[in-house]
Each structure stands twice: as C-alpha cells, then as structure tokens.
C-alpha cells in the first residue's frame, strides 16, 4: 500500500477549502481512470480532529497540542511521499504546522509535491530546496502525473 500524507493548512473558518483539495486528490486517484482504486492510503491530518476547535488563533481544544504535534509526525514518518498545499485561504495564521511537517519530510529524505501560488512560502529558500515540484493547482499537479511516478516506483503499478 501506498501512502501519501495530505498537508497543508487547517482551520475551521476555511474548512471547506481546506477539504476541497485533499478530496480532489483523493477522488481522482480513487476511481483512477474509471478502473476503480489506486491502493494508496491517504494520511490526512484533518481526519479524526476536532476540527471546530483549530481557528484563526490556532489549536483551541482540549486536545493538548503535543498530541496533535506527535500524531502529524507519526504520519509524516510513515508516508511515502507528501502532497502539500501552500495557501492559507486568505487567513493571516501562517502555515507553522506545515512547514514543520516539511521539514521531517526534508530530514527523512521524502519526497515533496506542492501546490501554491503564496510567495511567502513558495519562494522561500528552505522550502524551495524541500520541495520536489511546485504547481499552481490542483489540476496541474494531477495532468503531471508526478504522484503517478512515484506510485510506480514504489508499487510497480502498470498504469
């Protein structure tokens, strides 16, 4: 099985923004080419949260922030490769928790796929040389077919 870690930005007063990317992703290559699933298992910080509880402040929840913290790394060292989008969906929090997660991926020797078009991080030196490849969309990293190389190098698919 195939594992990708979906990174990138969370917060309640954007959730439908930052869920409308990761299930892009995942739509597509789950019914891939109308031949039915690619086996990849989709690592996506956003599930079991309380998702309500992550504002524009940050992590207001119960849940203390160590526990969040531990079980982002715990899907970044098991991930094959990232997926991360840069945007902060026009929010002023920055992406601190993303670019922590880059920065395991960087010292595991993952591979990094980002989309964005936010100069604040995509021009930014660390995380230029932490990145394999950069697209302004959803749609331009799906036509590259990038996630397909490293899926076949991994899994051997044929397709």
């Not at 870690?5 to 409308?20: D, H, P, R, V």
């Not at 990761?22 to 109308?34: A, P, V």
């Not at 982002?72 to 094959?80: N, P, R, S, T």
């Given at each position: 099985?195939?594992?990708i870690?979906?990174?990138?930005?969370?917060?309640?007063?954007?959730?439908?923004?930052?869920?409308?990317w990761?299930?892009?992703?995942?739509?597509?290559?789950?019914?891939?080419?109308?031949k039915g699933?690619?086996?990849?298992?989709?690592?996506?910080?956003?599930n079991g949260?309380?998702?309500?509880?992550i504002?524009?402040?940050g992590?207001?929840?119960?849940?203390?922030a160590?526990?969040?913290?531990?079980r982002?790394?715990?899907?970044?060292?098991?991930?094959?490769i990232?997926?991360?989008?840069?945007?902060v969906?026009?929010?002023?929090?920055?992406?601190?928790?993303?670019?922590?997660e880059?920065?395991?991926?960087?010292?595991?020797?993952?591979?990094v796929i980002?989309i964005?078009?936010?100069?604040?991080y995509?021009?930014?030196?660390f995380?230029?040389?932490?990145?394999?490849?950069?697209?302004?969309t959803?749609?331009?990293l799906?036509?590259?077919?990038?996630?397909?190389?490293?899926f076949?190098?991994a899994?051997?698919?044929?397709?």
């Open positions: 099985m195939f594992k870690y979906l990174c990138g930005y969370i917060n309640n007063n954007k959730l439908a923004e930052c869920q409308k990761r299930k892009q992703i995942r739509e597509h290559y789950d019914n891939w080419k109308g699933k690619y086996p990849i298992s989709w690592l996506d910080p956003m949260k309380n998702l309500e509880s504002t524009s402040e992590n207001v929840s119960d849940i203390p160590r526990a969040f913290m531990l982002d790394y715990q899907g970044v060292k098991e991930a094959d990232l997926i991360v989008n840069l945007d969906f026009g929010e002023k929090r920055p992406l601190i928790g993303t670019v922590y880059l920065a395991w991926a960087y010292q595991d020797h993952k591979p980002a964005g078009t936010d100069k604040t995509t021009e930014h030196p995380i230029k040389e932490t990145i394999v490849s950069l697209f302004p959803v749609e331009d799906i036509k590259s077919k990038l996630v397909n190389y490293y076949k190098g899994v051997s698919a044929s397709d």
